[in-house]
């Protein structure tokens, strides 16, 4: 039997919920198909050198890409052996900010992981970011974007911005220090290139705590994100060799107890793929935050970046309606009301 529930009048705000490190393991890529089969995340990235990616990559493609984004999580960290552990990041980093990277050999790297993606998936990955945020690092960024441009032409994938996301930015140490590390320089050389991105990223901790502390955490996250934000999730459904394997076990219980749209005091939020809302058209501008885009509008966001009106069907089983809209400064709050036949 139908019932019509009226939900407070409120702001809906729909972004992506992507759970990265798909390929990692067969925990891993359990726990993104399920989450993903559940509706509560839109988007995975994938290790596509990992040992588990080309078994998982058969189970995604019977996912719709409506449904799920799927893109490439450049991997430039690889360990040594499959068992062993990551290396860290000092020395990429010291060589990228230095300049002293071997170019040759990492842009046969890129391309080698876009190729092992497309024979993997059948077409091109909807969007692309970092393991551990490499996509922004200096040198890598320039010969990612690059190859971007010069593969991708006719469709250009999204990328990840790593500014902090969320309407008050009340974003830890990690987070800041995540963004400065190539954030800014990657998002205006984007815009230069017409290349889209995410407005910005929720997700940012330490990986500590139990599964209450994660849990107040994601309420926090989405009480302030905005539409166009990235939120970010490691969710595992068993046990590895992996420094924050009992973490990434948590993350999936606690996000595969919510049923989305998941109603917040003062808004609703509903996971939606990305590229859904980049082809949507524009509304609302979201701004690139570097030193020297103060004030001004991303020339990339321009074209598809927008706080949208609709509601994504297969992702929000709420029948969504707006009854009015506001203004403030440049953005657009839309105000709804909502009936659901659950």
Same mark, same amino acid.
């Given at each position: 039997m139908s019932e019509a529930t009226e939900v407070a009048a409120t702001v809906m705000q729909e972004i992506c919920i992507c759970a990265d490190d798909f390929g990692l393991s067969a925990g891993v890529n359990a726990a993104v198909v399920?989450?993903?089969? $559940?509706?509560?995340? @839109?988007?995975? %990235?994938?290790?596509?050198?990992?040992?588990?990616?080309? %078994?998982?990559?058969?189970?995604?493609?019977?996912?719709?890409?409506?449904?799920?984004?799927?893109?490439? $999580?450049?991997?430039?960290?690889?360990?040594?052996?499959?068992?062993g552990p990551e290396p860290g990041l000092a020395r990429l980093l010291a060589q990228a900010y230095t300049r002293t990277l071997f170019a040759a050999g990492l842009l046969a790297d890129i391309r080698d992981q876009l190729t092992r993606f497309e024979d993997a998936m059948g077409r091109q990955p909807a969007f692309i970011d970092g393991h551990r945020h490499v996509h922004q690092f200096p040198v890598v960024r320039e010969l990612l974007l690059e190859e971007i441009s010069r593969r991708y032409s006719a469709s250009l994938p999204w990328l990840r911005s790593t500014a902090p996301g969320g309407a008050l930015r009340r974003e830890g140490l990690k987070a800041r220090v995540i963004h400065a590390l190539g954030g800014p320089a990657l998002q205006r050389r984007a815009c230069a290139r017409g290349i889209p991105h995410s407005r910005g990223l929720l997700g940012v901790y330490d990986f500590g705590g139990d599964a209450d502390a994660y849990r107040a955490r994601l309420y926090g996250w989405l009480r302030t994100a905005r539409t166009g934000d990235v939120l970010m999730c490691h969710p595992s459904a068993a046990l590895f060799a992996d420094p924050h394997a009992h973490a990434r076990m948590r993350e999936y219980a606690v996000l595969r107890?919510?049923?989305? =749209?998941? #109603?917040?005091?003062?808004? $609703?939020? +509903? =996971?939606?793929?990305?590229?859904?809302?980049?082809?949507?058209?524009?509304?609302?501008?979201?701004?690139? =935050?570097?030193?020297?885009?103060?004030?001004?509008? +991303?020339?990339? @966001?321009?074209? =598809? @970046?927008?706080? @949208?009106? #609709?509601?994504?069907? $297969?992702?929000c089983p709420y029948s969504l309606k707006p009854s009015s809209q506001s203004f403030i400064g440049n953005e657009t709050r839309t105000v709804f009301t909502a009936s659901s036949s659950l």
């Amino acid at each position: 039997m139908s019932e019509a529930t009226e939900v407070a009048a409120t702001v809906m705000q729909e972004i992506c919920i992507c759970a990265d490190d798909f390929g990692l393991s067969a925990g891993v890529n359990a726990a993104v198909v399920d989450l993903a089969r $559940h509706g509560t995340i @839109s988007a995975t %990235s994938a290790m596509v050198r990992r040992g588990a990616w080309l %078994s998982g990559a058969r189970t995604l493609r019977s996912i719709a890409p409506a449904r799920l984004d799927v893109g490439l $999580h450049l991997d430039l960290t690889r360990p040594a052996s499959v068992e062993g552990p990551e290396p860290g990041l000092a020395r990429l980093l010291a060589q990228a900010y230095t300049r002293t990277l071997f170019a040759a050999g990492l842009l046969a790297d890129i391309r080698d992981q876009l190729t092992r993606f497309e024979d993997a998936m059948g077409r091109q990955p909807a969007f692309i970011d970092g393991h551990r945020h490499v996509h922004q690092f200096p040198v890598v960024r320039e010969l990612l974007l690059e190859e971007i441009s010069r593969r991708y032409s006719a469709s250009l994938p999204w990328l990840r911005s790593t500014a902090p996301g969320g309407a008050l930015r009340r974003e830890g140490l990690k987070a800041r220090v995540i963004h400065a590390l190539g954030g800014p320089a990657l998002q205006r050389r984007a815009c230069a290139r017409g290349i889209p991105h995410s407005r910005g990223l929720l997700g940012v901790y330490d990986f500590g705590g139990d599964a209450d502390a994660y849990r107040a955490r994601l309420y926090g996250w989405l009480r302030t994100a905005r539409t166009g934000d990235v939120l970010m999730c490691h969710p595992s459904a068993a046990l590895f060799a992996d420094p924050h394997a009992h973490a990434r076990m948590r993350e999936y219980a606690v996000l595969r107890a919510i049923d989305f =749209p998941w #109603h917040g005091d003062a808004c $609703h939020v +509903c =996971p939606v793929p990305l590229t859904e809302l980049l082809q949507r058209g524009a509304r609302v501008l979201w701004r690139s =935050p570097g030193p020297s885009q103060a004030g001004r509008p +991303c020339a990339t @966001s321009m074209r =598809p @970046s927008f706080i @949208s009106i #609709h509601s994504a069907p $297969h992702a929000c089983p709420y029948s969504l309606k707006p009854s009015s809209q506001s203004f403030i400064g440049n953005e657009t709050r839309t105000v709804f009301t909502a009936s659901s036949s659950l």
